[in-house]
């Protein structure tokens, strides 16, 4: 895997990513509850389709049929799912959307992700497989999905299009029985609210150990930022 990923942080949390390797897995539901515009995503582990002209559903059972603006939602557990968020792009805007003073690169993301799994499995009994990692998929609810959407191991990749900017590659880790798929058809006027009041915020620090060679820090000014926002203009 020759991509390099950039986690944006603060510069004391690098040190710690880099010299000991401590590394915050957080559940998807831990970023539903948050209120941060770049890091709360309400529709974590959710994918929505929401076409644009009137749905019939039809009842096999009793004959009838009834017609509307219905949602149709794919999730999981989103308690039972942490995830670990960075992004495949360098850029100086990305340190400003995350309140960051520095970013991780990391190098080698193939052997880091490993380490992760072996890890997270050493604290918990997980789904198969220990870890999974690829580019986050945006989707437009009203056009179709690239990826099966009724594929709970795909359900933690999907954010809608509105965090495009944040180009993020993603890694999780599932408890056991989180890969159960959930299916649902809501109308226009539901809301998250109350499942995402009723829900915990939880967080998995994992210490992996030195990682010089397979992560490095990045400070705002190094000229490689620079450099990056100079091809992008």
């Excluded at 897995?25 to 582990?45: C, I, M, N, P, T």
Aim: glycine share 6%; charged share 25%; with cysteine.
């Amino acid at each position: 895997m020759d991509v390099i990923l950039y986690k944006y942080l603060q510069l004391e949390f690098a040190e710690a990513f880099l010299h000991r390797g401590e590394i915050l897995f957080r559940s998807l539901s831990y970023f539903r509850k948050q209120e941060h515009v770049e890091r709360g995503d309400e529709a974590e582990g959710i994918h929505i389709d929401a076409p644009t002209t009137p749905v019939r559903l039809d009842n096999l059972t009793t004959g009838t049929s009834v017609s509307g603006a219905f949602r149709f939602l794919n999730s999981i557990d989103q308690e039972k799912v942490y995830g670990f968020c960075c992004s495949a792009e360098l850029r100086s805007d990305l340190f400003t959307r995350f309140n960051a003073n520095a970013c991780v690169q990391i190098l080698k993301p193939g052997p880091f992700f490993l380490r992760c799994g072996m890890a997270a499995g050493w604290k918990f009994r997980l789904d198969e497989p220990p870890m999974v990692h690829k580019p986050v998929e945006y989707f437009d609810p009203a056009k179709a999905a690239i990826r099966n959407v009724k594929d709970p191991r795909n359900l933690p990749f999907f954010k809608h299009i509105s965090f495009s900017p944040q180009s993020e590659y993603r890694a999780v880790f599932a408890l056991r029985g989180a890969w159960r798929l959930q299916e649902r058809v809501v109308t226009p006027e539901f809301t998250f609210a109350d499942e995402i009041r009723d829900s915990r915020s939880l967080e998995c620090l994992l210490t992996l150990g030195s990682l010089p060679g397979i992560v490095d820090i990045i400070l705002p000014t190094d000229p490689r930022v620079a450099g990056t926002n100079d091809r992008a203009a």
